[in-house]
């Protein structure tokens, strides 16, 4: 028994070694050309221990959280590079953003529901219908400087739904006006609509149309609608992001940036099959975070993310 148990310590310890090392696997150097990226910069695993994480949002101290979806967990990692678990049972979380009050707002698909969940974990519901139908799954969410919510809502079958065909007809972008129930359709001219991120004075929303492989940006009026719909970048993504320079950040395969201008910056290449989302965070909000299926990365940036 003392053999047994000297030998399953020592397995236990090169598994935790050869995981940890493992979970800090680092890629080349990003090219020089990304002069966004910080230079020498790698793209640098923090861990793979999840199944399909995705929802990145960072709170006021540089703090990002994020989703491990299929295992219906919230996850965080602190300024200091600390990973811990936030929340078990988020009504599946996706999609994530922070309003100004601190509070965690989330797309809960198991429901199809907006979430808000506060520092210490207590759960209040946003929405939970349209017109007296689900809706097909809130997936990414942006809140505008006043505190409404823009929100896409394709249609992704999910494993724990009963039903197996949409309540609604139609996969749009939806607005949900500060304490409001019921969100209103501002786009419905979308084959599957998917990451979502709007500027941070409130002029401009970028959306993407992943079903047709394309990202536009729009106007946003004083009265929450979408006007002049603009083609920005030839090809679609899941989560994305911007920078304080402007730089909207796509992903899917890798971390694809375009500049204001809708030009291509460079890619940035991801060890994972797919790149889900991306957002900003740490002290300085120059740590670019990425969620690729079941792990997560870090990037150095030169360029800092919006608050």
Known sequence: MIVFRRITRAIAIFLFFSASAYSQQTT???????KVVAPGATVQRVSNQFSFTEGPAVDKKGNIYFTDQ???KIWKYDTDGTLSLFM????RSNGMYFDKKGNLISCADEKNELWSISPDKEVTVLMSDYKGK???G???LWIDPKGNIYFTDPYYQRAWWERKKPDVEGQHVYY???GQKEPIPVSTDFKQPNGIIGTPDGKYLYVADIGDRKTYKFDISKDGTLTNRQLFAPMGSDGMTLDNQGNLYITGQGVTIFDPSGKKIGNIPVPSRWTANV???GKDRKTLFITATESVYTVPMRVKGIK
């Not at 080349?28 to 990304?34: A, C, E, M, V």
């Open 88 to 91: 078990d049972k988020t009504g």
């Open 138 to 140: 809130p997936n990414d």
């Open 176 to 178: 949900l006006p500060k």
């Open 134 to 136: 689900k809706l097909n």
């Open 28 to 34: 080349g150097p990003i090219p020089d050309s990304i």
């Open 70 to 72: 299929p295992n219906d």
């Open 279 to 281: 957002t900003f965070g």
